[in-house]
């Protein structure tokens, strides 16, 4: 098959070669930005009278029978085209002749390819957005149902202080918040139109690039033709995003498994998102989580591919840019898919509140706050965290928990104890204690919790 661009060559190129050049598998999976753009050209050359109002219009109600063939299944793609603007550009020129041949004035598939581009991944981000949403709705859900559960609160993977359950989940809800901020500047930086660049240098036709822009919903155009067509920054800025987003998923992902398992008991995921082992019946796997975790590594992968492609192109286009959509793509829908399932497993799973309390005790994870008793009576700090390191031996020796040693047996480290210690040191009274902004008290984490929904829109 003879090329739309034969001219300079014969157009006719080796299968393999072919193959290999075509990009059609995976860039049909815009067009319907392909389409749409074009009909926006189309308008706008009309409009400029670059081609007779009749033909514009002739120009996108074929474009609108496309768009309607391929949607209804009626027309299928030809992966003999080499791309996805080929091919709507040679179905349109079949059904419409010499008129067909004229949708391309003014353009390059350079900036065709980087408004299609900027326009499906806008949409992407516009699918992302409520599936983050999702997530942070379930974060509230389990926190406003547990937000008196104690749980230890870890620093070096060791129980370190008391905390609330719903102080750690919050903690995942800022991650998620900072990352609908990222999503939200990245679509506004890409939310600029580059049709009109051209090849590279612009275009000697009287065109309206903001006709475009506005019949396209894009905030403005470009300002430099070549960064207009060689410009992926977009792709990596949201790619960047998502790898972050799906670093936060696996650190959480990393955690309800740890909870999840018999060693922790914290809580029970449903059956819904485990699976069984084909082997040992007792088995219930957390494989949800642990894909989240493993499909970052992923998303981690296609940001590295084309940072890679990136990095040693001179302006403007080259071809290497093709592997551009495969990476993105790809990171796109993996992280889609781990938000769809993230949110429901998080949503269904149950806390087991006693296992938690019992965890936080058994840790000594108010040994701080043994300590400032002491210092509020007057002791050095140094002095009473030493005492305090010397009573919670004394207490894995015995076998007991601090709350449970007799008061002769912390008279024997100490006269400043007395029988208000043991009020000092319960794990709901060490909790409250913590009321700064921010903290793990019960006002602290409502305040938390209100900032989300307000930030949420709820």
Do not use: H, W
């Given at each position: 098959m003879q090329k739309m661009w034969a001219g300079r060559t014969s157009g006719v190129t080796d299968s393999i070669a072919d193959d290999f050049n075509s990009s059609i598998r995976f860039d049909c999976k815009m067009y319907k930005q392909d389409i749409t753009g074009s009909m926006a050209h189309a308008a706008m050359l009309g409009a400029k009278g670059i081609i007779a109002k009749q033909e514009a219009e002739q120009l996108?109600?074929?474009?609108?029978?496309?768009?309607?063939?391929?949607?209804?299944?009626?027309?299928?793609?030809?992966?003999?085209?080499?791309d996805i603007h080929m091919f709507v550009e040679q179905v349109l020129t079949q059904r419409l002749g010499d008129v067909g041949r004229k949708l391309h004035t003014a353009r390059s598939r350079n900036d065709q390819v980087a408004l299609d581009l900027r326009m499906y991944l806008r949409a992407e981000i516009d699918e992302i957005v409520p599936l983050v949403r999702a997530?942070?709705?379930?974060?509230l859900h389990q926190a406003e149902a547990n937000k008196s559960v104690i749980m230890p609160g870890y620093t070096h993977l060791q129980r370190a202080q008391p905390i609330l359950f719903s102080h750690h989940l919050m903690a995942y809800a800022m991650m998620l918040l900072r990352d609908l901020d990222r999503l939200s500047d990245c679509r506004?930086?890409?939310?600029?139109?580059?049709?009109?660049?051209?090849?590279?240098?612009?275009?000697?036709?009287d065109t309206d690039r903001r006709f475009e822009a506005n019949r396209l919903g894009f905030d403005g155009v470009t300002r430099n033709s070549l960064d207009g067509v060689s410009d992926r920054d977009f792709c990596v800025e949201l790619m960047s995003g998502i790898s972050l987003l799906m670093m936060h998923l696996s650190r959480f992902s990393e955690e309800i498994i740890l909870w999840a398992s018999w060693e922790f008991q914290f809580i029970e995921l449903s059956d819904a998102y485990t699976t069984g082992s084909s082997i040992m019946p007792q088995k219930k796997n957390p494989d949800m989580a642990e894909l989240v975790r493993g499909k970052t590594g992923r998303v981690y992968g296609d940001l590295m591919a084309l940072l890679t492609t990136l990095k040693g192109l001179p302006l403007a286009y080259n071809k290497d840019m093709q592997e551009d959509k495969e990476a993105v793509f790809d990171a796109v829908e993996t992280v889609k898919m781990c938000l769809q399932v993230f949110a429901p497993m998080l949503s269904s799973m149950t806390v087991k509140p006693e296992k938690m309390k019992k965890a936080a005790q058994e840790g000594f994870i108010n040994a701080t706050d043994l300590a400032d008793y002491l210092v509020k009576k007057g002791m050095p700090f140094r002095s009473a965290y030493k005492i305090s390191g010397q009573v919670v031996a004394k207490c894995i020796r015995l076998g007991c928990v601090l709350e449970a040693l007799p008061l002769e047996e912390y008279k024997a480290f100490s006269g400043l104890f007395d029988a208000d210690l043991y009020p000092a040191?319960?794990?709901?009274?060490?909790?409250?204690?913590?009321?700064?902004?921010?903290?793990?008290?019960p006002a602290s984490v409502e305040a938390q919790i209100a900032y989300v929904k307000e930030c949420l829109g709820h």
């Open positions: 996108i109600d074929g474009l609108q029978g496309i768009l309607d063939d391929l949607e209804s299944g009626s027309l299928e793609f030809d992966f003999g085209c080499e997530v942070l709705d379930a974060i506004r930086r890409m939310n600029v139109s580059p049709i009109g660049c051209c090849a590279l240098a612009g275009t000697t036709y040191i319960d794990l709901l009274a060490c909790v409250e204690k913590r009321s700064s902004e921010g903290g793990t008290s």
